[in-house]
């Protein structure tokens, strides 16, 4: 009997689940700062056996939203609350139990089963962790808590367990050669934008979004055109830098990875464009693809 099922992963930011659902796929998908807002879509990772297609789903973290493109990344996260065969809910050490209380309560009424992980252990002794277990306890009583560390791979095999033994018995949903919902161009916007994000301060990262204007493939070669958007002038001349250095390390960065994610050698060229405003604007909220058509 062939199993297979939708694992949506949800969570406050920063608690570490992009690097979660890296890591129970094997491959990097999500891309994975130290920054908030990294994850701004919902993000598929699909893992295939013969018998099993398990279909991860990675999701904005809960916050409450300033402004129309957090909006959009809110509603990521509640859709992924209503299509879930298993959700997991990734916390950790550090956060309070109460954070966004209201999204909490929503699954406490799911009806799914739902696995409660509790990241990054290393960083706390014994007797806390069985607080903070006991106290996630009191708050999901329906959820089975397990301790994990995301980065260190601890606990993950035992996750990995009980994702296979909860799934349902059905037919894959996708083909067994794919291993996301999402085509090429989405993860060269997603590894430009992490790059900015790694090496801009402040308010800069969460005002750019990057658009790949060309992506032509020629043998073992990709030649790659894309635009980093910002919302005002000021942006653009920061993320260009004096004598386009800031540029250049970003381009340089970037292309280092996408030979790696796609094993081709990348030709990369960055313009930087100002589109004023556009994380309120919906309809440039609609062509970056955070709002329906």
Not at 263 to 291: H, T
């Amino acid at each position: 009997m062939h199993k297979a099922g939708f694992v949506n992963i949800v969570g406050n930011p920063n608690v570490g689940k992009s690097t979660l659902m890296n890591a129970l796929l094997g491959e990097r998908i999500s891309i994975a700062t130290f920054k908030a807002q990294t994850t701004r879509h919902r993000i598929m990772g699909i893992y295939n056996t013969e018998d099993m297609q398990i279909v991860f789903s990675d999701t904005p973290g809960v916050l409450k939203p300033a402004y129309k493109l957090q909006e959009s990344m809110l509603n990521f996260s509640v859709s992924a609350l209503t299509d879930a065969d298993v959700l997991l809910y990734v916390t950790d050490v550090v956060e309070a139990a109460d954070k966004h209380g209201d999204f909490v309560q929503k699954v406490a009424q799911m009806q799914v089963p739902v696995l409660l992980l509790i990241n990054k252990i290393d960083l706390i002794d014994q007797e806390k962790l069985e607080a903070k277990v006991g106290e996630w306890a009191q708050l999901l009583p329906r959820a089975e808590v397990i301790p994990v560390s995301a980065k260190a791979r601890f606990n993950l095999d035992y996750v990995m367990k009980r994702i296979q033994a909860l799934l349902p018995d059905s037919p894959p949903y996708f083909g067994k050669d794919q291993w996301t919902d999402k085509p090429a161009r989405f993860f060269v916007t997603e590894i430009i934008r992490e790059k900015v994000l790694l090496y801009y301060d402040k308010e800069v990262p969460y005002a750019v979004e990057v658009v790949v204007e060309q992506f032509k493939e020629s043998g073992n070669s990709i030649h790659i055109n894309a635009v980093i958007y910002v919302e005002r002038d000021s942006q653009k001349g920061i993320i260009i830098g004096r004598g386009g250095r800031a540029i250049k390390k970003v381009a340089t960065e970037a292309r280092k990875s996408l030979e790696k994610f796609f094993g081709k050698s990348i030709y990369l060229e960055l313009f930087v464009k100002v589109d004023k405003d556009w994380r309120n604007s919906d309809k440039e909220l609609r062509n970056f693809g955070y709002q329906p058509e």
